[in-house]
């Protein structure tokens, strides 16, 4: 299994909504990464779990709140989000603490902040 | 600092021609470099990576990039483009944990 699983695919939350985004791997990768992208723009690093600690926020602001529970699972909690903050979620695993190795990417969760 | 830049918003390219995305880097030390390509709605595919050896590299789809340190570029090429080809292609260099981007090149390829 080389896939990381996103959902939702879609999701559309008003401006006091709390929704919770969420991804799945089953490689063995123990580092696991949340990117922002907007339309046509480079994926934008947000967050870093290695050995399920974090060990690398983006200075991301705290209406977005990462938790990883276990090595195969990473979450991305949201509240108070703003319109701006509209994009591509997207997830992705690796083997940790070796900065040659490849990245696998979900498909990603499309939000929508009204 | 590390990073890479794609001098090219877009590239259009014919059917069965020859294709090569644009990439160059600005690293200290040795680079890891990667490219990735993403299709409509969809996240990042690996296609290659240079880490060190043959200047060639090989990759899916039959893809392949060129390191050249004299003048610091890692062009993606391939030698007969598809429209299947047609896709948002990115230059990355990871340094630590972080994969850092360029700013895409969005192929089309027209039949």
């Known amino acids: 299994d080389t896939e990381v699983t996103q959902t939702p695919k879609h999701l559309v939350m008003g401006m006091t909504n709390k929704k919770s985004l969420k991804c799945e791997q089953h490689?063995?990768?123990?580092?696991m990464y949340w990117y922002k992208q907007k339309a046509k723009k480079p994926p934008e690093l947000m967050f870093v779990?290695?050995?399920?600690?974090?060990?690398i926020n983006e200075s991301v602001p705290s209406r977005f709140s990462p938790e990883c529970p276990n090595s195969s699972l990473l979450n991305l909690h949201l509240h108070a989000l703003q319109p701006e903050d509209s994009a591509l979620y997207l997830c992705?695993?690796?083997?940790?603490?070796?900065?040659?190795?490849?990245?696998?990417f979900g498909s990603g969760t499309q939000l929508s902040v009204l | 600092a590390q990073s890479v830049a794609q001098p090219e918003d877009q590239v259009n390219v014919a059917e069965g021609n020859p294709l090569t995305v644009k990439c160059t880097y600005s690293?200290?030390?040795?680079?890891?470099l990667f490219w990735y390509v993403q299709y409509p709605n969809r996240g990042l595919q690996f296609l290659l990576k240079?880490?060190?050896?043959?200047?060639l590299v090989k990759g899916s789809y039959g893809f392949e990039a060129e390191f050249n340190k004299s003048q610091t570029s890692f062009h993606l090429k391939k030698p007969s483009a598809l429209v299947s080809d047609s896709a948002l292609y990115f230059c990355?260099?990871?340094?630590?944990?972080?994969?850092?981007f360029g700013q895409g090149t969005e192929l089309s390829v027209k039949p």
């Open positions: 992705a695993s690796s083997l940790p603490g070796a900065t040659n190795e490849k990245l696998f």
């Open positions: 490689m063995g990768h123990r580092a």
């Open positions: 779990y290695s050995y399920e600690k974090l060990s």
């Open positions: 690293v200290s030390g040795n680079p890891y």
């Open positions: 240079y880490i060190t050896g043959d200047n």
């Open positions: 990355a260099v990871r340094r630590g944990g972080k994969l850092i």
